[in-house]
T-cell receptor, first 115, second 112 residues
């Protein structure tokens, strides 16, 4: 079945450091890919998405490129801020046999940014 | 535009008691999801509705969990009886058909 694998955390960085959070996926079809972010005490918020191979999603300085050849969707940011501290979830949406979309999440990666 | 509304935000119950969670999706969103997020894990889909019909409930523990969306708008998820391992955050999300899912703030359930 469909699955998403993320690097384990926590990832600990100093402010202004470069961020990479790895994400790879397994899917039977041609999924859409997402990064969601969860700040402490809050629900999941969509950070960015890509719907087809070679698409780049971007938002708030974060970006990720849909790489079909390596089945990856790594999240990057050039200069992190303390306010970026949160848990980041990689997810895919794939079409089920019923014809409806199914949204599958990875286990999440906690990012801690210190001043 | 109003987001996905969930209530209550927090609930503490004793094991073997029952509990219910409520979700009101974004207006016009036909697809509604309930996810269970255990501490330190990613969200796991419990049930997915399209309007008032179930399209996926393969991971719903049907001996104790039930969910309904009678009028195709808001939804209720119930646990009866609760077990200690049901302690988690229960997330509701909604989307248009085939669209991006938007999540509510969740209900944190503690079973003691």
């Amino acid at each position: 079945g469909d699955s998403v694998t993320q690097m384990e955390g926590p990832v600990t960085l100093s402010e202004e450091a470069f961020l990479t959070i790895n994400c790879t996926y397994t899917a039977t079809g041609y999924p859409s890919l997402f990064w969601y972010v969860q700040y402490p005490g809050e629900g999941l918020q969509l950070l960015l998405k890509a719907t087809k191979a070679d698409d780049k999603g971007s938002n708030k300085g974060f970006e990720a490129t849909y790489r079909k050849e390596t089945t990856s969707f790594h999240l990057e940011k050039g200069s992190v801020q303390v306010s970026d501290s949160a848990v980041y979830f990689c997810a895919l949406s794939d079409r089920m046999n019923t014809g409806f979309q199914k949204l599958v999440f990875g286990t999440g990666t906690r990012l801690l940014v210190s001043p | 535009e109003a987001g996905v509304a969930q209530s209550p935000r927090y609930k503490i119950i004793e094991k073997r008691q029952s509990v219910a969670f409520w979700c009101n999706p974004i207006s016009g969103h036909a697809t509604l999801y309930w996810y269970q997020q255990i501490l330190g894990q990613g969200p796991k889909l419990l049930i997915q509705f399209q309007n008032n019909g179930v399209v996926d409930d393969s991971q719903l523990p049907k001996d104790r969990f039930s969910a309904e969306r009678l009028k195709g708008v808001d939804s209720t998820l119930k646990i009866q009886p609760a077990k200690l391992e049901d302690s988690a955050v229960y997330l509701c999300a909604s989307s248009v058909l085939g669209g991006t899912a938007f999540f509510g703030q969740g209900t944190r359930l503690t079973v003691v």
